[in-house]
């Protein structure tokens, strides 16, 4: 027989594995630093928080957070040429253009050092001329230029300086300033052209020159050169947000955590609580189930007793006698089952007051029988509270109690009576005889049955339970059993 192969594991098996793995541990360490925010208080929480502050300001630029690393590189930059200056540009002489006058204009103006004075201006049939005049100790010897041709004008004085204008004949003053004026014009017309002429070739022997030094540069080449650069590398930049955010996310958490773990710890206390209840609450029906061990074969034997007795003196009872007695197994067997088995009818432990009564009527019946006209018993329970809940065994251990320790030691017998009703708000089961009295008879027990159902009422019911002893009038012991008024379906709901 071959051995069976190993399970085979798949990568998504073995990486879901690992990932369960470290999400526990991360949760681990989360309740762990919680439970720690939780624990201290929230001065020593600021006082850490500004330690640390003040830690990682001062280690945030220091290694391992922070480094720099220093190298020597190698760049290529163009090779550095003297620049050559640019030869200004001679502005244009300015066109002649034709005027608004059918004559040309023509001006000369006067040059330096050839002993001229002044300008004559000569207005003729070719237009308006003027020359410059020429001193009177000029070369030549004469005071003055020449007019023009045909003028008609005389010379002027030798000491004459300025501008002087000969004019044709016939030609009026305004034909002399409307010819004047409109050389004006054209002449600063001509100037503005030859300024906007000169700026133009300005801008183009710039770019020209610029064009020039951008192809010298180029024709020059490049170099290589060697610099120390410096590289700065870590994490110090975000060391101190990163800081400011766990301590504000530890503060949210300490704030928070707290009243969760309150709540987990009342939980955990209310479960302990209900547990402890529930352990009591089973110990006191074991103790119980116990005590109705002891008292059922004690109680069954005197009956069968009985009946075997009356079989030959009194049939009629003997039957009676036999036929409650089945009764009373047929109620008393659930019980006893349920509580052996650690239940009770309902999920409470509770059942309703009905089944209670259907043991305490024939048990009443076969008391009667054996101990004749020395008991007389009344049971007065509405029928509208037989559904009530109430716990079990408790009205059978009183009866028990009150025939036993009152009823029976007494010679003359008495009186036994159980009663239901409703009072405040809750149900009330009083337990009442006529006996001797309460720890009067030889036969008095310690009080154990009583005790236990304190105690069970204070599991069930807690405060809202109660039993009381009372001395009944003219004799006899009076027990209430005070419960919250439900009923069976309610509970259950």
């Given at each position: 027989?071959?051995?069976?192969?190993?399970?085979?594991?798949?990568?998504?098996?073995?990486?879901?594995?690992?990932?369960?793995?470290?999400?526990?541990?991360?949760?681990?360490?989360?309740?762990?630093?919680?439970?720690?925010?939780?624990?201290?208080?929230?001065?020593?929480?600021?006082?850490?928080?500004?330690?640390?502050?003040?830690?990682?300001?001062?280690?945030?630029?220091?290694?391992?957070?922070?480094?720099?690393?220093?190298e020597q590189v190698e760049e290529r930059v163009p090779r550095a040429s003297a620049p050559r200056p640019a030869k200004p540009a001679e502005p244009p002489a300015p066109p002649a253009k034709p005027g608004g006058v059918d004559v040309p204009i023509r001006i000369e103006p006067p040059k330096k050092g050839d002993g001229s004075e002044g300008l004559d201006i000569s207005i003729g049939k070719d237009g308006i001329r003027i020359t410059p005049r020429r001193?009177?100790?000029?070369?030549?010897?004469?005071?003055?230029?020449?007019?023009?041709?045909?003028?008609?004008?005389?010379?002027?004085?030798?000491?004459?300086?300025?501008?002087?204008?000969?004019?044709?004949?016939?030609?009026?003053?305004e034909a002399v300033r409307d010819a004047v004026e409109v050389a004006r014009r054209e002449v600063e017309e001509a100037l503005r052209e030859a300024r906007e002429e000169a700026e133009q070739a300005r801008r183009e022997a710039e770019a020209a020159r610029d064009e020039a030094e951008r192809a010298?540069?180029?024709?020059?080449?490049?170099?290589?050169?060697?610099?120390?650069?410096?590289?700065?590398?870590?994490?110090?930049?975000?060391?101190?947000?990163?800081?400011?955010?766990?301590?504000?996310?530890?503060?949210?958490?300490?704030?928070?955590?707290?009243?969760?773990?309150?709540?987990?710890?009342?939980?955990?206390?209310?479960t302990e609580t209900a547990e402890s209840e529930s352990l009591k609450r089973q110990v006191v029906e074991a103790r119980m189930a116990a005590m109705q061990a002891q008292v059922e074969p004690h109680f069954l034997f005197n009956?069968?007793?009985?009946?075997?007795?009356?079989?030959?003196?009194?049939?009629?009872?003997?039957?009676?006698?036999?036929?409650?007695?089945i009764a009373l197994l047929r109620a008393s067997m659930p019980t006893m089952?349920?509580?052996?088995?650690?239940?009770?009818?309902?999920?409470?432990?509770?059942?309703?007051?009905?089944?209670?009564?259907?043991?305490?009527?024939?048990?009443?019946?076969?008391?009667?029988?054996?101990m004749e006209e020395r008991l007389a018993t009344e049971i007065d329970v509405p029928e509208g509270l037989h559904s009530a809940e109430f716990p079990p065994m408790m009205i059978q251990t009183l009866v028990e109690n009150a025939i036993k320790h009152g009823l029976e030691p007494k010679a003359e017998g008495g009186r036994l009576s159980v009663k239901a009703q409703i009072v405040h708000g809750k149900l009330q089961v009083v337990v009442a005889d006529t006996g001797l009295g309460f720890g009067k008879a030889a036969t008095a027990g310690t009080g154990v049955g009583l005790a236990n159902i304190r105690e069970r009422l204070q599991l069930h019911y807690g405060p809202k339970a109660s039993l009381t002893v009372a001395e009944n009038s003219p004799s006899g012991t009076v027990v209430t059993i005070t419960v919250p008024y439900k009923m069976v379906g309610e509970a259950q709901a």
């Open positions: 027989m071959t051995a069976p192969a190993p399970p085979v594991t798949t990568d998504a098996a073995l990486w879901r594995q690992r990932w369960q793995r470290f999400s526990a541990a991360v949760v681990r360490a989360f309740h762990a630093y919680a439970s720690w925010l939780v624990s201290i208080s929230w001065r020593r929480f600021l006082l850490l928080a500004l330690l640390l502050l003040i830690v990682v300001g001062i280690v945030h630029d220091m290694p391992p957070f922070t480094w720099t690393v220093t001193a009177a100790s000029a070369p030549g010897g004469a005071a003055s230029a020449p007019a023009a041709p045909g003028s008609g004008a005389s010379a002027a004085p030798a000491d004459d300086v300025g501008v002087r204008i000969t004019l044709p004949p016939g030609v009026t003053s010298l540069s180029g024709l020059a080449g490049t170099e290589t050169r060697k610099r120390r650069r410096v590289t700065r590398f870590g994490i110090g930049d975000f060391l101190m947000q990163f800081t400011v955010l766990w301590l504000l996310g530890s503060a949210l958490i300490k704030g928070t955590y707290k009243g969760r773990m309150q709540a987990e710890r009342q939980a955990a206390r209310a009956t069968l007793a009985s009946i075997d007795h009356l079989i030959e003196t009194d049939a009629a009872r003997a039957s009676q006698m036999q036929r409650n007695l089952r349920e509580t052996a088995g650690g239940g009770t009818g309902t999920s409470n432990g509770l059942r309703d007051l009905g089944r209670e009564l259907a043991v305490i009527r024939p048990y009443l019946e076969i008391l009667k029988v054996r």
